[in-house]
């Protein structure tokens, strides 16, 4: 058996179609993952126990919206890095 925030995994479904779509949003591994933090922290968890997948087939069935509510969480999480990145820029220190 195994733990697993099933938003999480539908957040990294969806992150790099999102990301895609926004023009000049910087997409390193920095910012990815300051995206993805903040957009965790945007959404409540779901947790489910899977014992071969049994729990995400049930789960499915909410899967559209949580997909879009993911979608507007990544947009919000974009636009807040997007203001105050933390990566590397031209020579500023982090």
Not at 35 to 40: D, E, K
Request: some cysteine; overall charge negative; hydrophobic content about 40%.
């Amino acid at each position: 058996m195994e733990l697993k925030n099933y938003m999480e995994i539908l957040m990294w479904q969806q992150l790099d179609d999102v990301l895609a779509s926004h023009q000049g949003v910087c997409k390193c591994e920095k910012c990815r993952y300051d995206i993805a933090a903040l957009t965790m922290n945007f959404l409540p968890p779901r947790y489910v126990v899977t014992d071969k997948g049994q729990m995400f087939t049930k789960i499915k069935a909410l899967e559209q919206q949580f997909t879009i509510d993911i979608i507007t969480a990544i947009t919000h999480a974009i636009k807040i890095v997007s203001g105050t990145p933390h990566h590397l820029e031209a020579g500023k220190p982090d």
